[in-house]
């Protein structure tokens, strides 16, 4: 075999996994669509208390905490796939165990079935850095971006997964969509069975440098920073606004409709997110992010209409994905190769432990304070992750151009 044709083998199997990647990472967002959608309406009807209305969706958030770093002990010693295989197991068995809590009216059984659902998200978020590791390094933006692209579809999908079945069972609303999404979970670990991935080499099952010395890097702290807060404000304010419309006398078919555009607005600007990066900087989009999720708070203080809602929404998803990926993109030029499982998960590790504290919170404010509330707070992080940004710029840590912290 010639050299020329193992490169080109090569490169269909890249182009094969980024593929499959996206694919089933479309498939996959049905999954935490649906728990966004519903979670606080059931949790509202099956909770003892109704200040625990929206429990199962922080439940969520604690399952994606919990679950990232075991998911990056398995591939390292495994390898990627072995951890995506087991990750969409957890989000078949998500939706089975939910359409039974809902069946016999068990609110606890539902919180544990959203904990496997964020297993489940946990793992499929490491897809874009799967995608990432299976290009050279000036073409890692743009394939951790047409992975995350693959949300468009979940962003159709998942709200109209949720208008069409959700009466299917009359006695039972929503139980069928549960079904439906471990039903679209079981097609997705099918894309992810042939999917063809490096196993970890001997040095990456080693670990590389000690972790407390990579986290030490300023570029580190910041990305981590700048990711987890773009993440737990998307999350904080997405928790609390299907039940802020219902609220405020908007219908459900209304706050699914919100929350599709919604979406679609996280993952569209993915087609381009890759290139902003590699043209303008990492740092310089996630400080566009972050402009954008406080314009969409203060567009929510505007009005309580529908269209002050959707446009909260369409504003804070695309300031998700500027914050989000140029924060990822930052961590990959902090770690070596041989570190990036290690290094990949404890950043999606802090960033979704993060994303815990304001999806616990959101409820309890609603519930005692109202929208308002809940979007006036949302500007405390965000002036922390601005400031951040601005000191290391200031320290001459090369944000916008991506220096390596090695």
């Not at 209409?305 to 030029?333: M, Q, R």
């Not at 404010?365 to 000191?391: I, K, Q």
Request: aromatic fraction near 8%; charged fraction near 10%; proline fraction near 4%.
């Amino acid at each position: 075999m010639t050299a020329a044709s193992v490169k080109a083998d090569l490169k269909r199997d890249q182009r094969g996994a980024i593929i499959r990647l996206a694919i089933a990472r479309a498939l996959a967002g049905a999954n935490a669509v649906v728990i966004y959608a519903t979670g606080a309406i059931i949790g509202n009807s099956l909770a003892p208390d109704k200040a625990l209305a929206t429990l199962p969706i922080s439940i969520f958030v604690v399952g994606m905490a919990g679950c990232i770093l075991p998911a990056g002990v398995i591939a390292r010693h495994y390898g990627r796939r072995a951890a995506f295989l087991a990750g969409t197991a957890g989000g078949a068995l998500a939706g089975l165990i939910a359409a039974l809590a809902i069946v016999l009216g068990s609110f606890w059984l539902f919180c544990l079935a959203t904990f496997f659902g964020g297993a489940y998200a946990a793992v499929v978020l490491s897809f874009r850095f799967a995608a990432a590791d299976c290009v050279e390094p000036e073409w890692r933006s743009r394939a951790l971006s047409i992975v995350m692209a693959g949300g468009v579809a979940a962003g159709v999908v998942g709200p109209q997964l949720v208008t069409y079945t959700m009466h299917l069972w009359p006695p039972h609303m929503f139980a069928a969509t549960f079904l439906v999404q471990a039903l679209v979970a079981t097609l997705s670990a099918a894309v992810l069975a042939g999917i063809r991935l490096p196993m970890p080499t001997t040095a990456e099952i080693a670990g590389g440098r000690p972790l407390g010395r990579i986290v030490r890097q300023p570029l580190f702290a910041v990305a981590v920073l700048c990711g987890a807060v773009s993440y737990m404000l998307m999350n904080f304010l997405m928790t609390a606004a299907p039940l802020a419309m219902r609220m405020c006398g908007h219908s459900q078919e209304t706050s699914n409709l919100g929350l599709q555009w919604h979406v679609i607005a996280m993952y569209a600007p993915s087609f381009f997110t890759g290139r902003l990066i590699a043209r303008s900087g990492a740092g310089r989009v996630v400080a566009v992010g972050l402009v954008l999720t406080g314009l969409s708070a203060a567009v929510g203080l505007a009005g309580i209409d529908v269209v002050h809602f959707w446009l909260t929404l369409i504003l804070l998803g695309v300031g998700w994905n500027f914050g989000f990926i140029g924060a990822s993109a930052l961590v990959l030029e902090c770690h070596r190769p041989e570190e990036r499982t290690r290094v990949q998960a404890l950043n999606d590790f802090i960033v979704f432990g993060t994303m815990a504290i304001g999806s616990f919170s959101s409820g309890g404010l609603l519930t005692a304070y109202g929208w308002d509330m809940v979007l006036l707070v949302s500007f405390a992080p965000l002036a922390l992750a601005v400031v951040g940004l601005m000191l290391a710029t200031r320290m001459g840590n090369s944000l916008s151009l991506g220096q390596k912290g090695l």
